[in-house]
Nanobody, 121 residues
């Protein structure tokens, strides 16, 4: 009933930039938290950045100063602007959101399929 669809991944040179988008659609009353995670082969999934409904943000230490998360509430979309990319950033980036749905008024958790980001020369 709710889908998160990521886009914007691809191959980029070290030091380059990429902008990821994640659009939520379906039966949505409101969205509270939106976040980006990443998972590299053989590695644990890790939180990259999070943005709350009020616009407050938090970042993992390894991306501070390089990445910026933002959201467009009217479009139910979250973005991740990634600058100064490093080979170590190579991973599948996944979108996450907590969604309030009716008629329950409960908050549910959803994940996107992921988009591949590869940083290489």
């Amino acid at each position: 009933q709710v889908q998160l669809v990521e886009s914007g991944g691809g191959l980029v040179q070290p030091g380059g930039s990429l902008r990821l988008s994640c659009a939520a659609s379906g039966s949505i009353f409101s969205i509270n938290v939106m976040a980006w995670y990443r998972q590299a082969p053989g590695k644990q999934r890790e939180l990259v950045a999070r943005i709350m409904k009020d616009g407050s943000t938090s970042y993992a230490d390894f991306v501070k100063g390089r990445f910026t998360i933002s959201r467009d509430s009217a479009k139910n979309t979250v973005y991740l602007q990634m600058n100064s990319l490093k080979p170590e950033d190579t991973a599948v980036f996944l979108c996450y959101a907590t969604v309030v749905r009716l008629p329950t008024g409960f908050e549910y958790q959803y994940w996107g399929q992921g988009t591949q980001v590869t940083v290489s020369s």
